[in-house]
């Protein structure tokens, strides 16, 4: 068996998981995954690519979630990873360095038919798929992270369409797995010089609509008969930068969505911005603090590159502001909100930008790491009065990340935001809760297709 | 302006083509792309996608070639693009090192929406059209080849898509130019890997599919505001091998579908394999060849890595012979016709495979490139026979390659093989060179719709 057909055949030998702990982090992740896609449901440009596939047409059987509609399953791939993302709320794990959920949920219900529920799908084969989706995804990204990512690669797009292509062939146990992720890797794409506009966004939906139109075209019986891990003209080799040492051997005794886990948003910035923001409130809420007295400011990033994703050192728009630590530390020590008004596509007024202007970025810094930081990341911000006096904030578990994890209640409350009314919201958390023990999932799906 | 708009200015202020050795140089290209394409019609993969594109359903748009029915535009391309190119039968250009016209002419062609033939399109703009979409391609492999493909991408895919689009959009004069060149090049993927299976077809429909859905989702209003050629994060930085020329001082002055050339096909065999087959030929043809005498024969390649494309040295089904130099040498010496048929996905005979296993590959040659060689490739085989004597046969210039082409009298042969019948090629034909002098596309091509 070529490394291909290893990983396949682990796939599709993974007993469906009852490990509470799993179970737990993957109920999390659904539920949070609603959050965003609902919250987002009636965004512009999500109403924009709606009336797009209005003009397409095609045969209606895939759930265009929060929309009460249906549409073929490549246009709900595509429309619910999209709408997933489009805010940048949604969940993020340190291995794949990107989005993992927006992609494989997408995916795993845009290929649910809702035309045709003769066919049950246990809903703890669905879970189960979901981790391991999130588990190729994280192995993938361990792999050829961070040059990958560094090189300029967006990973929720590259390495998603290959991870939500292992979670639908395990959700339906198709046997030309090995061939499908061929097919994905094939189509496998995506630049992180898009963050800042709206591709960023559509990338979760075009990387779930890969593994879609991978399944979909082994079904129809076109054959992809490769490895796509082949170590000269394989995946790796090509995406990745030389380092490509692809590990097998924990296979089914720990989970990704698990160590290191899901990093979960309560905001709309990238969460390499995050530990800024952190360090921006406590600096606000510091007694000697004052806007006013800022002669400059240093951000300093450890270890270098770690800054990557935050392509914005002085953004013109405030959806620039998402990759930028400079807009988003200029946001908290103003006190402004960190809301979704802050990051829409308007111009970045002159009080922030001539804050901005007295920060640098610097990664002259060699402190230890945190035992337990996200590969041996930290930030420090540095303010310097006029008076010589400096203020100092250093972050290393940035809230919301897994070992500074917002609380149940945190995650349910930023659910009966999106949904909007209390009882709808139990009765969501009550049945994604039921998945666990087997609820079949168009089941849920349907009761859900005119609720939310 | 960045590079993109420059590049974008550039397409959009180019005016109508009235030079009669480019118009004469497009009408041959699409000539041949109607004979790959209705040779291609009746393929067994070819009607799995037809019968995957009635599943799905959506508005009929577009027209799928050769099937006597429309689809949507995405549809349309994807079919027409791997249709085209499902034989390894259609044009290649030694600039991208892949196949142009499959890709570029399905896109402009799925672009069309014969629904509603109210609007115009001039032909000769579709020409022009064409020549651009060559242009971008081949400036853009020349900016990143041999490097690009050696590393395991597959041009006819990476590149195709956003040259594709540069079409698209000069046909319709789309503002929207430089961000639909943004919105393809974030989509290119393709790996060579997958050579030898339908896949590697599939990649120039999707190429196709990337064009459409670059421009659709722009018309829907979705935005991607960067600089493709961006030289830190853009598509040259990162497909590129770090030679990145991007040279834009020729435009206008000289057409790459010129110089130097589109080269045609009259086989099912990668290009790189036809140096070898011409050099089976005519050894088969020495007067002291005879196979049974043969010990061992030796391949040499000229600069190496020159049979990058020729991934299968041993290839086990028919099928991968397409990229395989020894299997194409074998069928040559064994006097055996390089027809379709010879390249189907079954099993290779033994007696093809014993000849094979005498072959070996070879870099050690330094001879004086042939001044009008491609990049300075060449061939040559060496014969050792059982006696001693030594048989050689060396290729500079391939039949069917721009600098040894076929005869107008042969690509009209090609067509009719493909077509069927006299009459109907001769009309098309006519039409053909009818779209140089203005004939409209939507009339040329609603009239065939039903008739090829």
């Known amino acids: 068996m070529n490394l291909g057909q290893q990983l396949s055949f682990l796939i599709r030998n993974t007993p469906i998981i009852s490990d509470p702990q799993v179970i737990d982090c993957a109920i999390n992740g659904i539920t949070d995954y609603f959050a965003c896609t609902l919250q987002a449901c009636h965004e512009d440009d999500v109403h924009k690519l709606l009336a797009w596939i209005a003009d397409e047409g095609g045969n209606a059987r895939a759930w265009l979630i929060g929309q009460k509609k249906l549409a073929s399953a490549r246009q709900a791939a595509l429309l619910n990873g999209f709408q997933a993302h489009c805010l940048d709320y949604d969940d993020v794990h340190s291995d794949v360095r990107g989005h993992p959920s927006a992609v494989i949920l997408s995916a795993l219900i845009a290929s649910v038919r809702l035309d045709n529920a003769e066919q049950t799908i246990d809903g703890r084969r669905f879970l189960t798929a979901y981790v391991i989706g999130i588990e190729v995804m994280a192995l993938l990204g361990q792999s050829i992270n961070p040059q990958h990512y560094e090189k300029g690669w967006h990973a929720t797009i590259t390495l998603g369409g290959i991870a939500a292509t292992a979670a639908i062939c395990y959700l339906y146990d198709e046997p030309f797995l090995s061939q499908a992720l061929t097919l994905a890797a094939t189509q496998a794409s995506g630049m992180r010089l898009l963050m800042g506009t709206p591709i960023k966004f559509l990338h979760a939906g075009l990387a779930a609509q890969h593994a879609i139109q991978a399944v979909e075209w082994l079904r129809a019986g076109i054959h992809a008969d490769q490895d796509f891990l082949d170590d000269k003209l394989g995946f790796l080799a090509i995406y990745g930068q030389g380092n ?5 051997s924990h296979w089914g005794k720990t989970w990704k969505i698990v160590h290191p886990g899901l990093w979960f948003k309560n905001y709309s910035y990238c969460s390499a911005a995050a530990y800024i923001a952190d360090a921006g ?8 603090f004052s806007v006013d007295k800022i002669e400059s400011i240093t951000i300093f990033f450890s270890p270098p590159q770690s800054d990557a994703a935050l392509i914005y050192q002085m953004p013109l728009l405030a959806e620039q502001g998402r990759f930028s630590a400079e807009y988003v530390l200029a ?37 230890t790491p945190h035992p337990q930081a996200y590969n041996q990341r930290y930030v420090v911000v540095e303010i310097v009065n006029s008076t010589g006096e400096k203020l100092n904030q250093r972050i290393d578990l940035p809230k919301g990340s897994p070992k500074n994890p917002y609380s149940q209640r945190e995650l349910s409350l930023k659910l009966v935001k999106a949904v909007g009314d209390q009882k709808t919201t139990d009765n969501l958390l009550k049945d994604i809760r039921a998945l666990a ?9 349907l009761s859900y297709l005119l609720k939310l």
């Open 437 to 445: 023990v087997g609820l079949d999932l168009h089941t849920f799906l």
């Open 331 to 367: 946001l908290t020590l103003l006190g402004l909100p960190l809301s979704f008004e802050q990051f829409s596509a308007k111009p970045i007024a002159n009080g922030i930008k001539n804050l901005m202007q007295k920060m640098k970025r610097s990664y002259q810094i060699q402190l």
């Open 281 to 288: 409130q406590l600096l606000y809420r510091n007694a000697n």
């Open 244 to 248: 490509t040492r692809f590990d097998l």
